[in-house]
Antibody, heavy 123, light 112 residues
Framework: EVQLVESGGGLVQPGRSLRLSCTAS????????MSWVRQAPGKGLEWVGF??????????EYAASVKGRFTISRDDSKSIAYLQMNSLKTEDTAVYYC??????????????WGQGTMVTVSS | QSVLTQPPSVSGAPGQRVTISCTGS?????????VHWYQQLPGTAPKLLIY???NRPSGVPDRFSGSKSGTSASLAITGLQAEDEADYYC????????????FGTGTKVTVL
């Protein structure tokens, strides 16, 4: 079964750092780009960023709201993607989902989602 | 922050047809990029409903259909059912500097 499982969320003070993990199973993780999407409480979905597969250079792209503070990386040997979040702000409070495109990879749509992990930034 | 605009809510009686619009601009939908739709039930992760403007993933009922024209796209739900009550989001690619992928503002569908 294709599955994504996020972990690492929790309560953190403003200005501090937190690292989220997304563990994949059921498919060849290294063949696919991985995105992070977040959802603030009661709000809509916001794309955070993504990392390309090694075949496409393993490069990253970020939303303007997190660029320079967040870093996405991947360890294909462990089938894990990471979201390193630095200089956290209260407005970063959200459920963070990792998501990929497998069956619809030609369309840049996200067909596999994790269950999400909650990050609360508060003093 | 969202660059794709959706109506906050739509409602309909069971069996009726409802449509949700998604309005973008020349840097996303109007530039020819595909539109995708997601359904999010309360407390759960989004689920892909429509991809590539009008294609349904395996398992999605044919009551759901999508279309795109110009700088807008639409999701239609025919034969509305109680289990369709959820939030719906459109998504596309954006060529501006602010984001690579963009989501719509979201629409709450209520079954009366």
């Amino acid at each position: 079964e294709v599955q994504l499982v996020e972990s690492g969320g929790g309560l953190v003070q403003p200005g501090r750092s937190l690292r989220l993990s997304c563990t994949a199973s059921g498919f060849t993780f290294g063949d696919y780009a991985m995105s992070w999407v977040r959802q603030a409480p009661g709000k809509g979905l916001e794309w955070v960023g993504f990392i390309r597969s090694k075949a496409y250079g393993g490069t990253t792209e970020y939303a303007a709201s997190v660029k320079g503070r967040f870093t996405i990386s991947r360890d294909d040997s462990k089938s894990i993607a990471y979201l390193q979040m630095n200089s956290l702000k209260t407005e970063d409070t959200a459920v963070y989902y990792c998501t990929i495109s497998i069956a619809v990879a030609d369309f840049d749509a996200f067909d596999i989602w994790g269950q999400g992990t909650m990050v609360t930034v508060s003093s | 922050q969202s660059v794709l605009t959706q109506p906050p809510s739509v409602s309909g009686a069971p069996g009726q047809r409802v449509t949700i619009s998604c309005t973008g601009s020349s840097s996303n939908i109007g530039a020819g990029y595909d539109v995708h739709w997601y359904q999010q039930l309360p407390g759960t992760a989004p689920k892909l409903l429509i991809y590539g403007n009008s294609n349904r993933p395996s398992g999605v009922p044919d009551r759901f259909s999508g279309s795109k024209s110009g700088t807008s796209a639409s999701l239609a739900i025919t034969g509305l059912q109680a289990e369709d009550e959820a939030d719906y989001y459109c998504q596309s690619y954006d060529s501006s500097l602010s984001a690579f992928y963009v989501f719509g503002t979201g629409t709450k569908v209520t079954v009366l």
